[in-house]
């Protein structure tokens, strides 16, 4: 019922930079968070950045002064900008929301299908 549409992943040289951006939709009554997450083989997805509905911010320490997450909320979109990036940094990357839908009692988390991005060393 909450579609969740991710773009702007691809492949990069190391120290380069890449925009993703997630535009959620669907009968919401109310967005509370929307963040990133990244899984790459035999690891566990792991917290990106995450920011709140008032604009609070929680970042990874492996993406401090490197990432910057950001939101829209009359568009209803997140976008995290990563700068300097590194062959680490190479994932699926995973648009995340919790929301409340209309005529809900409590939220609930959605995820998008995943991008990829690359970083060559």
């Known amino acids: 019922q909450v579609q969740l549409v991710e773009s702007g992943g691809g492949l990069v040289q190391y120290g380069g930079s890449l925009r993703l951006s997630c535009a959620v939709s669907?009968?919401?009554?109310?967005?509370?968070?929307m963040g990133w997450y990244r899984q790459t083989p035999g690891k566990q997805r792991e917290l990106v950045a995450l920011?709140?509905?008032?604009?609070?911010?929680n970042y990874a320490d492996s993406v401090k002064g490197r990432f910057t997450i950001s939101r829209d909320n009359a568009k209803s979109t997140v976008d995290l900008q990563m700068n300097s990036l590194k062959p680490e940094d190479t994932a699926v990357y995973y648009c995340?929301?919790?929301?409340?839908?209309?005529?809900?009692?409590?939220?609930?988390?959605?995820w998008g299908q995943g991008t990829q991005v690359t970083v060559s060393s």
């Open positions: 920011i709140n509905s008032l604009g609070s911010t």
């Open positions: 995340n929301t919790e929301v409340v839908i209309n005529y809900g009692t409590r939220s609930y988390p959605y």
């Open positions: 669907g009968s919401i009554f109310n967005i509370i968070t």
